[in-house]
């Protein structure tokens, strides 16, 4: 017998979505639906993007991360949080054309809010995207794709 347990795991995820077009999404225990869970193409994806050596995007970071992240986890120490560490993988998959989101209550696998942590600064469309980036600067964007 098959059960979701994608609560347990800190999932990386790999979606299309007609607004951002390819995002990647890192679980940290939420709650996943079973078509996406039991996707094998997401851990294709993973090891492929690892084993490619292009880096075709510069990046960018949400410029209000620190409050994102404090909205999240309210007790977060920063002094005490290894940031450089918490921003490698999602660097690494702006630099390969992902927008990179991470869950942003962690503590509710039902909540389907993410806030962007990095972005590829894209030539075509740019200032078409930029809207939308700047509305998920303020607020963590819900992922309806996950339900």
Do not use: C
């Amino acid at each position: 017998m098959d059960t979701n347990d994608s609560f347990v795991y800190d999932l990386d995820l790999f979606l299309t979505d007609p607004t951002w077009g390819k995002i990647h999404l890192a679980t940290a225990g939420g709650h996943v639906r079973d078509e996406i869970y039991k996707d094998s193409k997401h851990l294709e994806t993973k090891i492929n993007l690892q084993k490619s050596t292009n880096t075709d995007y510069e990046y960018k970071l949400n410029p209000n991360l620190d409050k994102i992240l404090k909205l999240g986890n309210p007790e977060i120490n920063f002094r005490k949080f290894n940031k450089e560490m918490y921003l490698r993988d999602f660097i690494f998959y702006a630099k390969k054309g992902y927008f990179s989101f991470d869950k942003t209550y962690v503590n509710k696998p039902l909540d389907f809010h993410y806030h962007l942590v990095a972005y590829p600064v894209l030539s075509d469309h740019q200032q078409e995207k930029d809207e939308i980036i700047h509305k998920a600067f303020i607020e963590p964007v819900e992922m309806h794709i996950l339900k």
